[in-house]
C-alpha cells in the first residue's frame, strides 16, 4: 500500500465518522480512527507524523462542530514519536534501597517503602492512609487523579511539603507525583540535588537508614519468534488494551490491515485473535464479563484468561531495582511488585518516555506489552494503574491480573517489544516462608 | 477566460476590533478592512503603539491561510453540516483580538503535584496557532468561511493545474475534500444515507470526462475533478432544479467576458442517465448564498 493510498483510506474513514456524527472522533487518541491509523503504522503502509496529521484534522474537524469543542482549539496534546539514541538510554536509578519506614502525624500514617537514588535525584515511594479521626480540610481541592491540586505549600493529604538532606549536607524540597484521593495517596517524593551516594536521607529532622539490599534478580533478553506483521500486530493491541481494559473493537483495526494487505479475509490468525480477544475481561478483578472457555485457545492466552478473577494471591512486597539492557529501543527499571489477594502491581520506569494520552496506543507501534510469567506456568498481564510521562522517561505502577498464586515461588516479568522481551526473574521471599 | 470567483458575490462580517464593531468584506477574490485605511500603514501605527488591531490580525489570518487545505477539512461540506462554534469562546488570534480566553482543561489521571506550581497546560504550538486561524475565519459567519474554502479550492484546483511541487503529497487531502462534499451532496440529492450507501468518488484529472453512474452493485459512482468544489459546490450549484451539477461555466457575451447573467451547466438527473447541458440565467447579477 503507498503511502498516499493509506492517508486517503484514514481520510475517508475520517469523513465517514464526521458524516455520521461520531463524536469519538474529537477524542483523537481514541477513536477508530486512531485505532485504524496505529495499524498502518505499525504495517508500514504510512508514517507516523502523516498519520498523525490527519487524525488531528479530524479531531479539530469534529470539535468545530461541537458545542464545547472550543476547548480544543490551538490546546490539543499530541502524541509526540519517541526519541530514541540507541546506546543512550539511561534510567533515572543506579540503586533502589528497600525501606519500611513509617510516619505517624496529624494527617495519617504515611509508608516509605522503598527508596532510589540516581543522576536526576533521589524518590521515595510514599503510600499514605488519612487519619480518618483528624478529619478532612473542606475543600481543599484533591480529588482522586490529580484535577484541583490545592495549595502549594503542602502535599496532596495536608502535610506541609518536607525537606529532605542527605549526608553530604545537601537538602531539597520534594514533589508529589502520583494519585491521591480523600482518603488516601501513593506515590513518589522526588527531589533533585541529593547525593546518590549517600548514606542515609533525613526528612524532616528523621533519618532513614540506606543500608538494606534489594531482592537478586536476573535479567535476560529473548528474541521473538517471527510472526506476519498483521498477526503480530492484532496480538499486540490484544495485549495493550490502554488505560480500560477489556477487550479491542478489532474490526476497524482488521478493516486497516485488510486494506494494507497485511492480512487476508479467511486467515486462520483471525480466528484465534478473535477467540482470544471475545475472552479478554471486561475488568481484571471478580467476574470476567468475557465470553467462557479456553480450550483451544494459544498460549500465553489460554493461561492467562483460564485464571481471570482468581483471587488469593500472597500479600507482599519485593524491591528489586532491576535494570534491562537496551532492547527495541527502550530500557526498563523495575523497583518493586507488590502482590494482594487480587493481583499484584509492579513500579517501573521505562525510557524512553511518551508525550501523549494516557492509555492511548502510541502511534509508532512500538509501546511495551507487560507479560509475566510464574514458575507455575502462569502467565499474567500488565497495564498501567497510573503513569506519569515525559520525552525521555515514563514511570509509574502497572496492575497485573490474575493474581499470583500462594504455591508460586518464583516470578517474570517480561516487558515485550516488537522484536524482543527483557525477562527479569526474582525469587518471591514469601514462598520461602510458608 | 473567467475569473475563478466568477459567480461568487460579496460577503460580510463583523467583529469586535478594540472598542468598535467593524466590517470585513470578501469581494472579487480578496478580504478587506472596510473601517481601515491601508493595512500596512495601520500595522506599522498599531506596532509602534504596542498594541494589536483584530480586523488586521484577521486579514493577516487570511492571507496565511488562503490556501491551507485543512480548511477543506474543518470547513463545511454543504449546507447542513456547519461549523458552529462562537468565536467568543476562541483562543484570541492576537492580544486584544478578544479577552477572558477560557483556561484549557488538562486531561489525565496522573500529574506532578509541584509545590510552588501547577499542572502544565499542553503547549500552544505553531501548529495550534494556525489551527485557531483556521477556525477563527471559518466561524466569523457572514459567508467569509465559504469564501475561505472556496479560495483554498480554487487555489489548489489551479496548482494541481499547473504541476506545482506540493501537489503530490497533498493530494489524498483534495481527494478526501472532493469525496466529502460529493458523498454530501449525492446523499441530500439521492436521500440515500448511511455508510452503505456511500459513493465510490474518483479523482480525474480537470480535462477527463465527467460522470456519476450507478453501478451493477447498486453503488454510486462519481468521476470528478478537484476542479468541481471551486467551480460548481462553492457556488451553490451542485443541485439545480433536481438535478446534479457536474460542470458549470459563467455564460459569456461575444468577446468572451462573462456577462454576470448565468451560467452554462452539464447536468444529470436522479436516475443517473445521460448528462443534460443547461443554461441558468438570473434576471440581474449573481447574488451570493
Redesign the interface.
Known amino acids: 500500500m503507498h503511502r498516499?493510498?493509506a492517508?486517503?483510506y484514514l481520510?475517508?474513514l475520517?469523513?465517514?465518522r464526521?458524516?455520521?456524527g461520531d463524536d469519538d472522533l474529537r477524542h483523537g487518541h481514541d477513536s477508530p480512527l486512531h485505532e485504524a491509523a496505529a495499524a498502518l503504522v505499525a504495517v508500514g503502509a504510512i508514517s507516523t507524523p502523516h498519520a498523525q496529521a490527519v487524525i488531528?484534522?479530524?479531531t479539530?474537524?469534529a470539535a468545530?462542530?461541537s458545542e464545547d469543542?472550543?476547548?480544543q482549539?490551538?490546546?490539543?496534546?499530541r502524541q509526540r514519536p519517541r526519541r530514541r539514541r540507541p546506546g543512550q538510554l539511561r534510567l533515572s536509578f543506579t540503586r533502589v534501597v528497600p525501606c519500611d519506614h513509617v510516619i505517624e502525624d496529624a494527617t495519617g500514617t504515611t509508608m516509605i517503602r522503598y527508596v532510589a537514588l540516581g543522576r536526576t535525584g533521589v524518590s521515595l515511594a510514599v503510600s499514605h492512609r488519612a487519619n480518618v479521626a483528624a478529619g478532612r480540610r473542606a475543600g481543599h481541592g484533591r480529588a482522586?487523579?490529580?484535577?484541583n491540586?490545592g495549595s502549594?505549600?503542602?502535599?496532596?493529604w495536608g502535610a506541609p511539603?518536607p525537606t529532605l538532606a542527605d549526608d553530604r549536607g545537601h537538602t531539597a524540597?520534594p514533589?508529589?507525583?502520583?494519585?491521591?484521593s480523600d482518603d488516601s495517596a501513593d506515590g513518589t517524593l522526588t527531589a533533585e540535588g541529593l547525593s546518590p551516594a549517600t548514606r542515609w536521607l533525613e526528612l524532616d529532622g528523621t533519618q532513614i537508614m540506606l543500608d538494606a539490599d534489594p531482592v537478586a534478580s536476573d535479567v535476560s533478553l529473548e528474541p521473538l519468534p517471527p510472526m506476519a506483521p498483521g498477526e503480530w500486530y492484532l496480538w499486540r493491541r490484544i495485549a495493550t488494551p490502554g488505560h480500560f481494559g477489556g477487550p479491542q473493537q478489532l474490526d476497524p483495526i482488521i478493516d486497516a490491515l485488510r486494506a494494507a494487505g497485511a492480512i487476508r479475509d479467511g486467515d486462520p490468525a483471525l480466528d484465534r485473535v478473535r477467540a482470544v480477544n471475545e475472552r479478554m475481561p471486561h475488568h481484571h478483578f471478580g467476574p470476567s464479563g468475557g465470553a467462557p472457555g479456553t480450550r483451544g485457545l494459544p498460549e500465553p492466552w489460554r493461561s492467562l484468561l483460564r485464571r481471570t478473577g482468581r483471587a488469593g494471591g500472597a500479600t507482599g512486597t519485593v524491591v528489586l531495582g532491576a535494570a534491562t539492557p537496551e532492547f527495541d529501543g527502550f530500557r526498563v527499571g523495575v523497583f518493586a511488585v507488590s502482590s494482594t489477594e487480587d493481583g499484584f502491581t509492579a513500579d517501573v520506569e521505562v525510557t524512553p518516555g511518551h508525550v501523549g494520552?494516557?492509555g492511548a496506543v502510541s502511534l509508532d507501534g512500538a509501546e511495551l506489552a507487560w507479560w509475566a510469567r510464574d514458575d507455575r506456568g502462569n502467565h499474567h498481564l500488565g497495564s498501567s494503574n497510573?503513569?506519569?510521562s515525559s520525552e525521555d522517561r515514563g514511570h509509574?505502577e502497572l496492575g497485573f491480573w490474575p493474581a499470583l498464586d500462594r504455591r508460586d515461588r518464583r516470578l517474570e516479568l517480561m516487558p515485550t517489544g516488537p522484536t524482543t522481551r527483557a525477562v527479569i526473574g526474582f525469587e518471591l521471599p514469601w514462598s520461602a516462608a510458608q | 477566460m473567467s475569473a475563478w470567483w466568477a459567480g461568487l458575490g460579496p460577503a460580510q462580517a463583523t467583529v469586535q476590533c478594540r472598542r468598535d464593531r467593524h466590517r470585513l468584506r470578501w469581494e472579487a477574490g480578496t478580504l478587506r478592512a472596510l473601517d481601515h485605511g491601508d493595512p500596512d500603514d495601520e500595522r506599522a501605527l498599531a506596532a509602534l503603539g504596542g498594541e494589536s488591531v483584530p480586523c488586521l490580525a484577521l486579514l493577516d489570518a487570511w492571507r496565511r491561510r488562503r490556501d491551507d487545505v485543512?480548511a477543506l477539512?474543518?470547513g463545511s461540506?454543504g449546507a447542513g453540516?456547519?461549523?458552529?462554534?462562537?468565536p467568543a469562546?476562541?483562543?484570541p488570534l492576537a492580544p486584544g483580538t478578544r479577552t477572558g480566553a477560557?483556561a484549557?482543561?488538562?486531561?489525565?489521571?496522573?500529574?506532578?503535584?509541584?509545590?510552588?506550581?501547577?499542572?502544565i497546560?499542553?503547549s500552544?504550538t505553531p501548529?495550534?496557532?494556525a489551527?485557531?486561524e483556521l477556525?477563527w475565519l471559518?466561524?466569523l459567519g457572514g459567508g467569509i468561511g465559504d469564501r475561505l474554502i472556496a479560495t483554498v479550492a480554487a487555489t489548489w484546483a489551479r496548482r494541481l493545474h499547473e504541476g506545482y511541487a506540493g501537489v503530490?503529497d497533498t493530494?489524498?487531502?483534495l481527494?478526501?475534500a472532493l469525496?466529502?462534499r460529493v458523498?454530501?451532496t449525492l446523499?441530500q440529492w439521492l436521500g440515500e444515507t448511511g455508510?452503505h450507501a456511500?459513493p465510490e468518488v474518483t479523482l480525474i484529472d480537470a480535462g477527463d470526462p465527467r460522470s456519476v453512474i450507478r453501478g451493477d452493485d447498486g453503488r454510486v459512482r462519481a468521476a470528478l475533478p478537484f476542479d468541481w468544489i471551486a467551480e460548481v459546490h462553492a457556488k451553490g450549484l451542485a443541485v439545480v432544479a433536481g438535478r446534479f451539477c457536474l460542470a458549470a461555466e459563467p455564460v459569456t457575451d461575444g468577446d468572451g467576458h462573462r456577462d454576470g447573467h448565468g451560467w452554462r451547466l452539464i447536468t444529470i438527473g436522479p436516475d443517473l442517465s445521460e448528462p443534460e447541458p443547461a443554461e441558468l440565467t438570473f434576471g440581474g447579477p449573481c447574488q451570493p448564498r
Open positions: 498516499s493510498d492517508e486517503l481520510r475517508l475520517g469523513e465517514r464526521l458524516a455520521v488531528d484534522d479530524y479539530l474537524a468545530v462542530r469543542g472550543h476547548r482549539i490551538g490546546w490539543q496534546t482522586f487523579g490529580g484535577m491540586v502549594a505549600s503542602t502535599l496532596p511539603a524540597s514533589d508529589f507525583q502520583g494519585s491521591w494520552h494516557l497510573g503513569w506519569g509509574g | 485543512r477539512v474543518l461540506r453540516d456547519r461549523p458552529h462554534l462562537d469562546t476562541l483562543p477560557a484549557p482543561r488538562t486531561r489525565g489521571a496522573w500529574f506532578t503535584y509541584r509545590t510552588g506550581g501547577t499542572p497546560p499542553a500552544n501548529r495550534g496557532r489551527e485557531n477556525v471559518l466561524c503530490a493530494r489524498p487531502a481527494h478526501a469525496h466529502a458523498a454530501a446523499a455508510e456511500e
